[in-house]
Every structure is written in C-alpha cells, then in structure tokens.
C-alpha cells in the first residue's frame, strides 16, 4: 500500500513547520485574556495556519504541517498557577473519551446550535480548515475527498467513509486544541451501522471495506510522533472493541474483525486495540485477537467484562454507563460523554509501605503486627495522597468540552509494585517470625546495606521464598489484603469534585521512579531493579509458567481495583507459528477471563531480537513492543524502559 | 516411589492435544549429537550456569574465590543452580493435579518428556496413572530406546505416546544418537499390536535425519499414524555452555 510505506519512511514530515515557542503566551498575558479566550485564539491560529496536504492515495485526510503548539501561559503565569493550585501533569485535558457517537450522529453544526461562543468560533475555525482542505483535494483532482468534507465534520455522518473522516476531522481538532491522551472509545459500536448501511446498499465489500480501516488506521500514525507522553508511543490513541451494547447483545461483528485485520496489515503501534471481553465471549474473538498478538503488536489488550462493570458499579457509576465503559488511554477505566475522571492522579507504592513499616517500632512483635502496620502505612499513602489534591487547576477546552456531559468526576490512583510488597513481606513471614533465622532489625539492616556482603541471603530471598506468580497461597494472600488495604483507605473519600476515589493496580511510569525512591527490598531486590510492570510478578521472579501467574493475579477478587491495571503475560512469538498453538493461546486468554482477572496484556516477542535491536537500532525501526499500557516502536524507547522489557522476557512464560 | 525431574513447564504447546503442562524426566540413554536438552541426558543431579544472563558483578567469586562456583547458593541472583530434583511419586501427582480444572477446560493435559520418560519407566506409569485416576489426559514423549517391559509400561498407563523417529538405518542411528534403533523398531511394532494411540515425530536435522531417502524409510515406519516433522533451530545448542560442555563438538549437523 502506497499510503502505509509513506508514512512509515516519514516523508509526509518534510511539510512541516515550527512555531515560536513564544508566538502566544507573552501577548496573551499581556492583554490578560482569560484561560477560554487563549485556547480559542490559538486553537484559531492553529487551524488557520495548518496547511492542507493530501497525501499520495489517501481515503481519509488531514495531517499536521504544524510541528508544535506554543503554550498559552507564560512560565512565570504557570509559576503562579502551580503556587496555589494543584495542576494535573501538563495542566492540559487529557485522558477522557468524548461522545464520538454524537459527533457522527449529529454533525458540528448541529452541536454549534448548543455551544457557548467559544464553542461556536472552535467549530466554524475547524469547519473553515475542513473547507481549504476541501477545496486542496479539489485541486489535486481527489473530488472524492472533497465530497466527503463537503459534507463532515459539519453534518451527520451518511456512510462509513464519511464517519471515518468525520472522527479523523474531530480527533485531529482535539489533539490540535491541545488535549493530549486523546482515546478513542468503543468504535465498533458506533461505526458498525455505517459499515453495514454501505454493505446493504452496495457501496462497500468487504476488501474496499478493509481498505478503508486501514487507511483510517494510518491517519492515526501520521502525527503520532507529535504525541509524545512519558515516552514516544504513550499518546492513548487507544480504541475499544466488543463489549455489549445498551441491550445486552454483543458488540463484536464485521467490523471489529476488519479492526482486528487492519492493525495487523499495517503493523504500526497506533490505534491500541483493546476488547472487552466476557465469560459469554465466543472462542472466535480470543482467536482473531490472539493472531494480532502472535503478530508482535503488544496488543489487543483484553478487559474483563465480568469484573470491570460490577466494580464500576460498586464505585457509584449507573449500571447503564458501567456497561459502557471504555478505557481513557492505556487501561483506565472511563465512560464516553459522561466520564471526565482523572483515572492517573496518583500512584500510591506498596513496596514503600512495606518499607516504611518495617522501620516502626514494635512491628517485629509478630506478622499480624506487622501486616497492621503496613496497612497503616498504606492508609497514610493514600490520605497524604488525597489531601494533596485540592484546589485543582486545568486549562479549559472548549471545543473538548462541546462532546462531554460530565456525570463522573472520579479520580483515580495507581497501586505500585503489589509483588514485590507481597513477596518482601511473604520473606520476613518465613525468615523472621517463622524459622526465625535472622530478626527484622538485622533483614532491615541488609536492605539498607543493599545485600553487601550478604550473598547467600540474597540468593535465598530471590529464589527460595514464595513469589506472587508461583500460585502459593500464602503469598498471593497477603497481596490480596494489601489490595483491600488499598481500597479501603480510599473507600469514603470525597474528592474536590465531589466525586470518589478509585483503586487501581496499575504502574504506568512509576514502576521506575517508585523503585528509585526506596533502598532495596526484602524479597531480594536490589537498590535500582525496578518493579514488575502493573499488575505483574517481579522482575526476577522464578515463575513455573502462565497457569501459575494467571491462578496468583485473579485469586483476589478484583472488583474493588476497578481503575485498572492489566497483568502483563510475555510470551516468544515463535512458540505460536502454526494455527493449533495460537488456538492454545486463544484458550490462555479465555481461561484468564472466566478465572475473573480483570485485564491482560500480552507480549510476543523475543529478547534476542530486543538485545539485538538495542546494538543495531537501524535495523529494527518498526519493532513494536508493549510498555505498560501502550505499544511503542522499541528503538525509539529510553535505555531504561529499553531493559525492562528485556528483563520481563528473560523471566517470561 | 521417588523420581528424578529437571523442570515442570506450564502451558507448551507443542506436546501432544490442547495446552498442556510438561514434566522433563532426568536421565536418556542416547547422546544425539543435535539434543537440545543436554541437562536432561544425565541421570545425575548437575550445576548449570546462565552465563548469558549474568553481569559479571563478581560477587559469586568473591565469596567463593573461584572462577566458577560450583555451589547453587553463591551467585546472588540465582543463575547457578542445580538440575535435577528428587520428587516422590505422590507429591509429583498433588503438584500435576493443581492443574487439572485447567487442562480440562483447555483440552489439554500432562506430558512426561525428557530426557527420555522410558528411563524412569515405572516412576512414570505410576504418576501418570494416578492423574488418569482423576481423569486427566497424560502423554509419553520418548524414544523408545528401553526394554519391551518399560515400553509397555508407559503405553499402558498414558492416553498417548510420543514416539520420537530419527534414522532409519541403524549403523547410522548408532553413529549420531550413539544407540542402534534395533531395540527402538521392536518397540514400535509392539505398541503398534497393542493398538496404542501414538504420535511420530522427527526432528528435520540438516545433513543427517532430512534426507529423502531417510523420510522415505521413515514414513514407512510411520505407517498411517500421525507423523510430525519438527524444523531444527540451530539456537538449540544454548544450553551447552551452561553445563561447561561443547555443542556439536565434530561438526556433524549441516554437513552433508
């Protein structure tokens, strides 16, 4: 496919261009403009100074010819702000998934109507990019694309191709605005009709059909290298598949398989797929994702509907939202329209619970003693966390905020390091209280001296003591309270929104820097090794395999971690070549759902091609590896993150 | 009755129906020069070393002051260790049997490999035939290189035998695997009587087992029962260095 091998050797960056970083902020702050009057004027700026490209043999267009988006506030302005107010990460919108159903359905126009001034100068500036857009294509001889812009973003959306172009029109707006971590939600649930109404009337097969995926596809990957999050892939363009509908029926039909097959022809880490998946869910659905795993992608990453929508509910969301839930950008959970959670506001890190209890006194009086201790450490954690999030501050979006009805203000923390919290704890059980071979104090002191000196000791906490991923009960036990500890410390607590608090078990970047802020641990991790990632065994681990993993990571019931989290399961892609070990697979994935886990990612890959790739990066551009909720091209990861994923397969299934 | 295993592993994929969960048995009588599982030759307990993983942090000399440490507690981060584990036969069925809801959902079950199952024959059976007991599927990888006791011992107490075919002609199955396979045709065709379910399998080693005339011979051998031919991965001689011993030391595989 032309399209796919211009993107992929980036000719389409050569157009672009780079604003002043200074172009709006020391003029905006001069003339005192309020926050909505910054955004809208760049965001004018911004669509008024894109250029538009038609890029050879493309369906769906639009492609960013502008590099950067200047920011709207001064650094002494962000100074201020971040004096009196707690700013979320950038302080931008980010991480919530708009009503894309109202988008096709209803046309901007339609939306206009509604919208405040801001909103309307937001619409008609896109609307306006829309036609010199149009009338570009026009000029190339593309009538076709031409035709289809004449008619979206502006009206409902009459066919698949237009919907397609009327969500890439929409997206582009909200990446353009300045939100970031701009997901995607349930598009087979709301495209599906399109496809099938061109089906019925004979504008579309299903080769043109998948054709038409996967060009919309590619358009994901044209500015994606503008998207950087914590590292070059982190950007949530992240799409949801299967589930149910409104009525209980299943989602997944012609066109999730067409997503399926799309992402699998373009081989490129954008749009992440995820499926919503069920103990009802058809083996047929386990293999069609299992063949895009086996493909080395990193994803379709599976959510579990039995577990997510009860928890959800538990967690206050109406039973009919719950049932529509979507992930916010790598696996948090969040309703489209009505969601305007902060899934990521706060990682709380058991090892370091673990760590501090240690250190009171009187914690070496027996376990329960200590296991009390730890939970008040995690109490703590989690109301200094809390406390600490109050008067927050977000630049407003207004053309974001056109897609959204917020029903839900929730915020979410992560639960860092839950196995090596568990395993340092299930350690001292055995060592300390149990054989006591050696006290606390003395266990502490070799923690702090970081093992020098102490080998056989090492030696013992790294492969001689239960580990969670080794189904041993008494581990896995203490995880599971640490997780109750967790939850319960946030049950109760009134965010500044009025909302609640959500327990999660994923790490996103933390299982770095929450590592790099203790000594080492009790389970034999030395100072420096990072944490398993999310909700995973540690690192070094012995782990007889994936039943064993899958028995420790769902004997906990997982409804009370709802902001999600999944287990991470490596697996050598050459294990799976032929059609009967991928139905294997496909029965792994199955067998994980109805043992009640919550959410599982897989990676298929091979260590000797990642070593081999860190020394020749040049051969390896498009080697895709997921990280911890997101699928990145491997070479262009930090060394770091480069060699965790190394270590994860060195250890793996 | 106690038994001598190197490894359980969870979840292969290529050892017979549905997913399966594979027990490596210490100890085979044959040496074939392209094995890839050298730590299962000996029926001896043996210290291996993942060299490849290690960082060369020293500390393992340091308290050992030498070069390679022969005790498994000595390198910090678990890269020596000792292969090989005593296990009696009760404790092996309780471990198998954790498993059993599993497999059965996945169509699978256990497969005792090796090394060689026929080696520890009876240890095997009894295994095997405790978890037949509580109806779990059980399979036999082997080479048939034993007596016509231990052959039927497996395939009476396993659903399934594995039988691996390498060389037809004899004088050359001598020269490669260091075994005649007159012994290994005998027990063939008695399995064949009993009407056991068997699965061939043959590993395509280039220049000495993926000839035509070979394949030929061994089809015939193969007579109509499933017949699985397994390409080679010359990565297979990995594990070598871990045991301080050479791969391929003459040179044999690839050389025509």
Known sequence: MQLREYIKTRQHRNVRKRLPDDLFAPEFSRLGLCPEERMTRRFEYMTSHETPVILPGELITMSRTLANIPDCFTASEWEEIRRDHFVHELGYGSNVCIDWQGVLERGLLDYRRSADGYGRRMIDALLDLCRRYSAAARAAGRDDIADVLDRVPAYPATTFREALQSFRAVHFALWLEGNYHNTCGRFDKYASKYLERDIAEGRLDRASALELTEDFFLSFNKDSDLYPGVQQGDNGQSMMLGGTDGNGRPVFGMLSELCLEAAGANMMTDPKINIRVSSETPDDVYLKGSRLTVAGLGFPQYSNDDVVIPGLIKAGYSPADAADYTVAACWEFIIPKYGEDICNIGALSFPKAVNDAIRRPGADAGFETLMKAVKLEIRAQADGICDGIRNIFFVPSPFRRLFLEPRYRNFGIHGTGIATAADSLAAINELVFRSRELTLAELTEAVDTDFEGKNALLNRLRTGMPKMGQDNDAVDKIAGELLDAFSSSLRGKVNCFGGCFRAGTGTAMFYLSHADALPASPDGRRRGEPFGTNFSPSLFARIPGPFSVISSFTKHDLTDTVNGGPLTLEFAASSFGDEESLCKLAMLVREFVRSRGHQLQLNAVSSERLRDAQKHPELYPYLIVRIWGWSAYFVELDRRYQDHVIARQEYSV | ?256
């Open chain 2, 1 to 256: 009755m106690t038994g001598r295993i190197f490894d359980i592993k969870e979840f292969s994929v290529h050892d017979g129906p549905g997913a399966r969960v594979t027990v490596f048995m210490k100890g085979c009588r044959m040496r074939c020069v392209w094995c890839h599982n050298p730590e299962g030759q000996s029926t001896e307990k043996e210290i291996m070393h993942k060299l490849s993983q290690c960082d060369g942090c020293g500390l393992c000399t340091r308290d050992n002051r030498t070069p390679y440490p022969r005790d498994p507690g000595a390198c910090p981060r678990g890269l020596i260790t000792l292969c090989g584990e005593d296990v009696t036969e009760e404790d092996l069925a309780e471990r198998l049997l954790r498993y059993a809801p599993r497999l059965e959902r996945m169509g699978g079950g256990v497969t005792f490999s090796g090394g060689d199952p026929i080696v520890q024959a009876e240890f095997v059976a009894r295994v095997s035939s405790r978890l037949r007991d509580s109806g779990v599927h059980t399979a036999a990888e082997t080479s048939l290189c034993g007596s016509a006791d231990e052959a039927a011992l497996l395939a009476e107490n396993t659903d399934l035998m594995i039988v691996d075919l390498k060389l037809a002609d004899s004088a050359l199955h001598e020269k490669y695997t260091g075994m005649p396979n007159g012994m290994i045709s005998d027990n063939i065709r008695l399995l064949k009587e009993r009407g056991t379910c068997i699965m061939f399998r043959t590993p395509l080693i280039p220049g000495i087992t993926d000839g035509a005339e070979n394949l030929r011979a061994l089809a015939e051998i193969a007579g109509g029962h499933p017949w699985e031919k397994l390409a080679y991965n010359l990565l297979a001689g990995a594990k070598y260095a871990m045991l301080g011993r050479k791969f391929d030391e003459k040179g044999e595989i690839g050389a025509r």
